[in-house]
Structure formats: structure tokens, C-alpha cells
């Protein structure tokens, strides 16, 4: 969107709801790029321990390169999407017919499937997560060795699991009254649920960097 604001632009719902589906995809895919870099960082320590110096050197190296550019483009995308809706408050305001629109309700279940998309992806990201924790438990035990990655790194898949129900739950209070509004003829951004999605990532974020700043390979 940010490319396109010498467009004309208009108060349209679809027009909303069509960002929101954009920048759900945006933050889904730097989270996952961050739990691929959390998984990098145990691979390192597990070739490290099994003497496989250039695999653990790899995955180290692709540890530090998708985790800290995930977390600082978080924090740029968020403000992106601010601007694109600052942008689009400034078109025009459509008339109510124009909302009542068959098209404008399927709008809204596609933007709903997204915010289910994104949270059943980082639940299962954090499943995976955790259930490579427990292998590597397990491979301790067997090697008589230590494969863990502290305790200040435990439980970040729960972190993300926790955000993809943050999702499920936000995307579904949206829909419902994405639908009241557009019964009744009128739209509005609930900025309410924005603020709150945009706190819970940020909090989350924070909470990563910390983990990852406290277990650097």
C-alpha cells in the first residue's frame, strides 16, 4: 500500500479490510523467519555438540541474519500499517448502499480466514518449537551430553502459541462486528483492536529480543 499512496484512495471497507489481510501476511511471515532462526540457533548447538563445526558455524551465521532483521521490520511494518491508515482516512466517504454489498461481507470472511491463517501457522511454528526442545531433551540423555539452550530460551514456543490464539480470538471479535456494522449500513476501523494487537506484538517482540539477546550463539 505504502507504494501506492499517489493513488486516489476512498473510505471503502474493502479497501480496509484488504490492508489487514496485507499486513497479517507481513507479520506472519517475519515471525515465522524469527521461530526459523530460534530452530537455527538449536541445530548450531546440536552440530556443535555432535562435532559438525561448519553445519553448527551455518546455522549460527542463519540464526543472527533472520531473527534481528525479523525484529526490527516488525516494528517499521507496524508503523507502515499506521500510515496506510492515516492514508486512506483522508479519501473520500462512500455512500451507505455502496456498503451493503454482498461483496463487502465475503470481503470480511476472506480477512477472517486470514487472521486464522496466521494464527493456526504460529501455533503449529510453536508446536514445532517445542517438540524439537524435547528431542533435544531426549538426544541429551542418550549423549550424555548438554543440548539445551538454557533456561532463559525455554518455553518460546508457548510465546507463540500464545500469539497465534492472540490472533484466533482478535480475528474472530473482528469479523462479528465487521458484520454488525456492515448490517447496519456503516463501517469503522476499530482502532481498539488495532492498538491492542499492535501492544501484544510489540510486547511479544521485546520478549524474544531479551530471550535472544540472553542466548546469542
Given at each position: 500500500m505504502m507504494l501506492l499512496r499517489h493513488l486516489p484512495t476512498a473510505r471503502e471497507p474493502r479497501l480496509y479490510m484488504a490492508l489487514e489481510r496485507t499486513y497479517l501476511g507481513y507479520f506472519k511471515f517475519l515471525f515465522i523467519a524469527i521461530g526459523t532462526g530460534l530452530l537455527s540457533a538449536r541445530l548450531a548447538v546440536l552440530f556443535h555438540a555432535l562435532h559438525y563445526a561448519h553445519l553448527a558455524h551455518f546455522f549460527t551465521e542463519l540464526f543472527r541474519l533472520l531473527t534481528w532483521p525479523a525484529i526490527v521490520l516488525?516494528?517499521?511494518?507496524?508503523?507502515?500499517?499506521?500510515?496506510?491508515?492515516e492514508h486512506i482516512g483522508?479519501?473520500?466517504?462512500?455512500?451507505?448502499?455502496?456498503?451493503?454489498?454482498?461483496r463487502i461481507y465475503m470481503a470480511a470472511e476472506r480477512t477472517f480466514l486470514a487472521w486464522v491463517r496466521t494464527g493456526i501457522g504460529l501455533i503449529a511454528f510453536g508446536f514445532v518449537i517445542e517438540k524439537f526442545d524435547f528431542f533435544l531433551e531426549q538426544l541429551s540423555v542418550m549423549l550424555h551430553t548438554k543440548l539445551t539452550m538454557g533456561e532463559s530460551f525455554s518455553g518460546i514456543g508457548i510465546v507463540f502459541i500464545l500469539l497465534g490464539v492472540t490472533n484466533l480470538v482478535i480475528g474472530g471479535i473482528n469479523f462479528i462486528r465487521t458484520v454488525r456494522k456492515v448490517d447496519r449500513g456503516e463501517y469503522h476501523i476499530n482502532k481498539f483492536l488495532y492498538g491492542l494487537y499492535g501492544v501484544i506484538l510489540l510486547t511479544i517482540t521485546g520478549v524474544l529480543a531479551v530471550m535472544i539477546i540472553r542466548v546469542s550463539p
Open positions: 516488525i516494528f517499521l511494518v507496524g508503523f507502515w500499517f499506521m500510515a496506510d491508515l483522508k479519501g473520500i466517504t462512500v455512500a451507505a448502499k455502496e456498503i451493503i454489498d454482498p
